[in-house]
């Protein structure tokens, strides 16, 4: 029983820890109008702000599954945390966008200490009976933060202005190093005599994973259409169309939890279908509910639309990280780090593509570019092998 407890205890620390990690990045963007006015500069120009963060988490995501393995993986989330906390402080009273960005590229590289690590924390202690169900409420966590996150970073911001909302992400920072730091105890595998350039020469074996690609272009667009999505539709249903305030868009963003629930069964629904299945029904899924929220002005609808297409995002990320697992024969660490890697790229995409669906008339032609981007993806997962990958197998 203390075993199980211990399991239960360290998946429930990752998943806080996961969403408040994560909500450095989302709670960017409902604070851009004020950063804009803040600085005096341009929207488009604010948008840099996200951009600068996802690009430092991004490639800071390759490298630090290699560094927890020579290190420790919690003391690299430790690290991490720690940073987090003076970065978050310092960007609280900063006075000029200049030092803004450099302070994001920071916190974004500190940011990226804990998803990879704690994945392969998770994969290298757990069981494999709990392993796939502690992937996906870490990854789950992942998502819920892009809705906790925005939301509280808009209410922050509005009331008291956006530069409280990373003294508040301090705070939180310093309590969540205390937490791990007493509950999780360090991983016993280590490798000291790992070298970084070994895992930098990996990035020629790409080429012999052709069908991995597929798996990648399809992860490039999951976050890329989820906060591109949640940007429009927060201001959709503040137009004139739909007639809602501030509080029906915070309703309508927080009831896509539901969406994010409901993906914990990916693993199971996998196991009767198969994984290239769930990802073809979630794509589907996720076309649908776009369509679908560019032609209604109903606000039930709306967010009936907004929870199918967040189930459909939710479903496909922990599904496409499982599809990569299986169809890399060799290097699987490297696979997944790389695949991690594009999944938060899309969040340097979406603030930009962001900046040019909000300029289009309507908002019908801004979700139906949504839909045809998961089309794209959709497409791509046909010219993905069922099973094992068949550039290697033999």
Not at 6 to 25: A, E, P, W
Not at 32 to 59: C, E, R
Not at 82 to 99: P, W
Request: a positive charge; hydrophobic letters at 55%; glycine letters at 6%.
């Amino acid at each position: 029983m203390e075993q199980e407890l211990k399991y239960n205890r360290i998946t429930t620390v990752f998943f806080i820890t996961g969403i408040i990690v994560m909500c450095s990045l989302y709670a960017a963007i409902p604070m851009l109008p004020h950063i804009a006015k803040d600085f005096g500069i341009s929207k488009a120009t604010a948008t840099l702000n996200g951009v600068v963060f996802s690009l430092a988490y991004s490639i800071s995501c390759l490298l630090y599954g290699v560094i927890s393995d020579k290190f420790g993986r919690i003391k690299i989330i430790l690290i991490g945390l720690v940073g987090l906390v003076v970065v978050s402080l310092g960007i609280g009273f900063v006075n000029s966008f200049g030092l803004l960005l450099v302070l994001r590229v920071f916190q974004g590289m500190f940011a990226a200490t804990f998803s990879p690590v704690s994945l392969a924390y998770t994969t290298e202690m757990y069981p494999p009976v709990k392993r796939v169900t502690a992937i996906s409420f870490i990854s789950t966590s992942f998502m819920l933060s892009g809705i906790i996150g925005q939301n509280l970073s808009e209410i922050l911001s509005n009331a008291y202005g956006w530069r409280v909302t990373y003294i508040v992400l301090s705070v939180l920072y310093i309590i969540l190093t205390f937490v791990v730091s007493k509950l999780v105890p360090e991983s016993p595998y280590r490798n000291p005599d790992i070298k970084l350039s070994r895992f930098m020469s990996h990035f020629k074996d790409i080429f012999l994973y052709k069908s991995v690609i597929g798996c990648f272009f399809i992860s490039l667009t999951l976050l890329t259409n989820f906060i591109s999505m949640y940007t429009i539709l927060n201001d959709y249903i503040k137009s004139h169309y739909v007639h809602g305030d501030l509080t029906t868009a915070f309703v309508v963003k927080l009831l896509g939890i539901i969406g994010m629930i409901l993906s914990l069964f990916a693993g199971r629904i996998s196991d009767k279908l198969s994984v290239i299945w769930v990802i073809k029904i979630a794509l589907v899924a996720q076309i649908v509910s776009l369509i679908g929220l560019g032609i209604t002005s109903n606000i039930v609808i709306i967010t009936f639309f907004s929870i199918v297409f967040v189930a459909g995002v939710a479903f496909c990320i922990p599904s496409v990280i499982s599809k990569v697992g299986m169809l890399a024969a060799t290097n699987r660490g490297f696979f997944l780090s790389v695949n991690t890697f594009i999944l938060f790229l899309g969040t340097a995409i979406a603030p930009v593509l962001s900046i040019y669906l909000e300029k289009l008339t309507h908002y019908f032609v801004a979700f139906s570019i949504l839909s045809l981007i998961a089309l794209a993806a959709l497409i791509v997962s046909f010219f993905i092998p069922k099973g094992i990958n068949p550039d290697t197998a033999k």
